[in-house]
């Protein structure tokens, strides 16, 4: 088996939190970047991340406490964590402050969207099973899928979380850029997707990655549903692997629009391929438990 390091794993997630609280004070109007300059900070000086770091978190507890993907563990996790200041989607914020109630998680995941949430909100967690399945290629690609259930179970949302997790999932791998790619098509049904994974497949065969974000977001988008980020965010985790994470951050940041969810699955993707050690050091909420975290990750898929 291919050597993995904990340190990639743990940067993976660093890289996601980084992403996620550099991003924020871009996200979203002018009233919600108002908002976020007054409890974008903690009172220790650290930046905060949002619900995208959040829930990737309640996520990889879940994993590590239950030793697999327990739907019902998962969704008392989303719900207990759930706090409105860390910015979450209108649907899921709904969802979760249901199954807060009481509600069966079940019922709550469909009395939104009655097809499930094509939002970014599954993708944005999903390089944690990478990690957590970083040995296990088929229970991976199924527990993606599964772990989207109770937010996002909308063909899309889904699939939008299958290729976020295949992008870390190779990047970990150290596959190169063309191979990554390949593998990324060859799981990706929906047209809409595979039409953007297309493109960036011809933009990468040309030799000719580089481009303006407004270029970039014109072809893939910057929004909030997975169909409008997702390609986004593994088109610049590809481009920029090789170049310093600020230089991701900053295009993250042209691109514009869901700026801290591209930039924290962008920042994952990134993580993986380049460990800590790269990692810009700033003041991070909760930073040295999320490398633990990491590393709870890494061991399990290292028995003894
Ligand atoms: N919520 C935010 N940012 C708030 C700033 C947004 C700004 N005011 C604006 O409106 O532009 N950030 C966080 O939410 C995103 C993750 O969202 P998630 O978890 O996918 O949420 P949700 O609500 O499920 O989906 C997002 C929106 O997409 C539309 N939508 C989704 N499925 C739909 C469906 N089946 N039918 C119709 N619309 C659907 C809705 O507008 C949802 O509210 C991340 O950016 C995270 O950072
Ligand atoms: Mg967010
Ligand atoms: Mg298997
Ligand atoms: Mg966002």
Known sequence: AMKLSSDYFSACLLGLASGDALGAPYE?????????RAIGRTRAGERRWTDDTRMSLDLAESLLARGELDLADLASRFAKG???SRGYGQGTAKILKRIKRGQDWQLASRSVFSQGSYGNGAAMRAPVIALFYARD???????????????????????????????????????????????LTSHCADPRL?????????????GKLADTPRFIVGKLGNGMTAE?????????ALRFRHSPFEEMMAF?????????TIAAMAGAMWGAANGEKRLPPFLLEKRSYIRHIGQLLFDINEPA
């Open 28 to 36: 979203g109007g002018f009233l919600e970047q108002a908002l976020w």
């Open 82 to 84: 759930y706090a409105w």
């Open 137 to 183: 290629f088929s229970a991976m690609l199924h527990a993606t899928s599964e772990s989207a259930r109770i937010t996002h179970s909308h063909p899309l949302g889904i699939e939008g979380a299958v290729l976020v997790a295949l992008a870390c999932y190779a990047l970990l791998h150290q596959l190169s850029t063309a191979d990554a790619l390949t593998l």
């Open 194 to 206: 595979a039409g953007k994974l297309d493109f960036l497949q011809c933009f990468s065969n040309s």
């Open 228 to 236: 409008t980020s997702c390609l986004t965010a593994i088109y610049i």
């Open 252 to 260: 993250a940041i042209d691109c514009g629009g869901d700026v801290d």
